[in-house]
């Protein structure tokens, strides 16, 4: 994708030199929290072979305003004395405090640092800016940076692939456990995902029983209204945590005749 592209130009940045072309020296990336940002930052570091530099601005503007732009200033200098990946993280801190009239003073001379760095990063690192709120930002800002990337919330696909990821190495009953996983985590962000794996861990390690066990009681929390998912869910219940279908039914409030001819239709479907 477009992120990888990004690594490969900075690898090969010597070779597209030759030809004239530059690479990418500055890149927005936006999303709702939790899809993979700061992440992405440090895949592209570790990608790259070079350091992580991050600087967290919604707290750079609380504790910096009165103390003028030569703070953020020394910042951006630091992390041009060698090759890096500078992350700005929580961009839209800058647009966020432009209602606070006390600061607004302040607030331009930061805001115009930052925009004069923008222009002036050097060719040798790349500079990363993560917003949640790209809609904030003025375009004057946005114009400057050489390539946006926007994150969505993970697909079902893309959700299984995350837990495919984070369950490497671990042992499953039944690798049907991580579709019916990213089933049932509609909406669930990368991050969602990461703290959920890691409870299931925890959990599983405290309570001396299976991820599989762990992760099954935690997905009955979700409690899917209806369809395939709900009955494949049942079925894990049944066969890996031994629940009757009548405890079943009285933890989803069903009957459990309706519990039994769920269960059916997942053992049919498999």
Known sequence: GELAEVGEERRRADELAQHGVPATRTLLLSGPPGVGKTMAARWLA???????????????????????GRNIRVAFDYAKSGQCVLLLDEFDALAKRRDDDTD?????????????ELDRWPDTSLLVAATNHPQLLDPAVGRRFDRSIHFDIPSELERRR???HLAAGESLDSPALLGLAADL????????????????????VLQRESISEVLLR????????????RDALWLGMSEHL??????IAERFGVSHPTVAAGIKRARTAR
Not at 104 to 116: C, F
């Open 185 to 204: 985590t509609g909406g669930a962000t990368g991050s969602d995902l990461a703290n959920l794996w890691q409870r299931v861990r925890r959990r599983a």
């Open 46 to 68: 570790s990608r790259i072979g070079v350091p992580l530099v991050s600087i967290d601005l919604a707290s750079v503007v609380s504790s910096f305003l009165g103390a003028s």
């Open 162 to 164: 995350i837990l495919e």
């Open 104 to 116: 607004i003073g302040e607030l331009k001379r930061i805001v115009n640092v930052v925009l004069l």
């Open 242 to 247: 031994g629940l009757s279908n009548r405890a």
């Open 218 to 229: 935690e997905l009955s929390a979700v409690e899917p209204a209806r369809g395939s998912a």
